[in-house]
């Protein structure tokens, strides 16, 4: 937030139009390389938009491509062996830069491993990731009956290999689910307000500085993650955008072990394909009322689709059966409380200090691939501290 916050500030102090896709995307590529490689050995894409631009073009600029290695790499390596190229040279260019950069982040952090003691090192330089990761593997690495294929490449590769699979994942569906939070909140002057109020209700107050220059207070606490988590509203407007606007809403593919029955379909043979989406199994009107709606509320003890309380917890348990934007089983996501975090603490910082207002949400639609961005690529808004309305 000490880098967010006063960007923010700067656009509303001039009234700038921003597109919030980009933005969120470099809050939480920074959130991510933080988590993973210490502050200080990770990325800065905040205070560097146009690197941080340079990077977001590569980094898309491959995306359309990657069906080809995640689905078939058998074929396309055959292909490629006999002068058969699937995937256009400037896309590999592409893969290859982000390698790189990837690369840069694990030796800057190996580097200052080896150099510092962990006593010289402040809490949020420690690279939590890297640090835990690579010890898995080392030991991992050891043993003779290991099932990774750690002996084929080298430690530094099968780490960085690992931590490239993190970034993508981490940052770019919580950036998606941010872009449309704000979004909807935008449409809903109300939902902002009520939100709002709940935010400073907080015991540490989140003080934006008023503009990028001014740091704000010398030192300032941030809530704890337990307490945004204590915030309903929070919580209902994020799993709200997470029903309405999964940010991988397609089929979430897993192959049955063995002789089994899903649903109706009776004697499914072990080996076959079968998969849900997160898209249509959000959108069962039995379930969740008003489907294409966006309603924060549903998630709250005063639903407007219950006539008590005590009929709540019942539909709550439901909607949470059906709920499958992490997916599900040991093959669900594995960061889906840091993004909820991220989200939260990010939510939370803006609505507290800033509305939002919609310039332009043209190409707004969700885009029909594995991470549903919108199709436009942007989504316009403005920030707007405030006092000032």
Known sequence: MDRFLPTVSGFAATGRTVDVYPLFNFYTLDAVAAYKFGLRNGSNSIMDY???????????????????????????????????????????????????????????????????????????????????????????????????????????????????????????????????????????????????????????????????????????????????????????????????????????????????TLGPYAHLPAGVRVSAQAYSLHRNPTVFPQPESWIPERWLPSSPFVRSAEEFEPMKAEMLRWFWAFSSGGRMCVGSNLAMAMMKAVTAAVAGNFRVELVNDDGIEEEDAFTAHPKGGKCELRFVRWEST
């Open 50 to 260: 146009e690197r941080a631009s340079q990077w977001f073009a590569t980094y898309h600029g491959r995306k359309n491509w990657m069906f080809y290695v995640g689905e078939i790499p058998a074929i396309t390596g055959a292909l490629g062996k006999i002068g058969i190229q699937i995937i256009p040279q400037h896309v590999i260019d592409a893969m290859m830069k982000f390698d790189a950069w990837e690369f840069a982040m694990v030796d800057r952090t190996e580097k200052a491993e080896n150099e510092l003691a962990d006593d010289d090192v402040h809490p949020e330089h420690i690279p939590v990731v890297y640090r835990q990761l690579k010890s898995q593997v080392i030991a991992e690495s050891k043993k003779d009956t290991s099932p990774l294929p750690i002996r084929k490449t080298t430690i530094r590769d099968y780490v960085t290999s690992e931590l490239i699979d993190a970034t993508s994942a981490g940052h770019e569906t919580a950036a998606i689910t941010l872009t449309y939070l704000f979004y909807e909140l935008s449409k809903t002057p109300v939902t902002q307000a009520a939100l709002r109020k709940e935010v400073l209700g907080l015991s540490t107050p989140i003080v934006s500085p008023r503009s990028p220059v001014d740091k704000g207070p010398e030192k300032q606490d941030f809530p704890t993650a337990k307490a945004l988590d204590s915030l309903p509203y929070l919580q209902a407007c994020i799993m709200e955008t997470l029903r309405l606007h999964p940010a991988v809403p397609g089929p979430q593919p897993r192959v049955t072990p063995s002789d089994c």
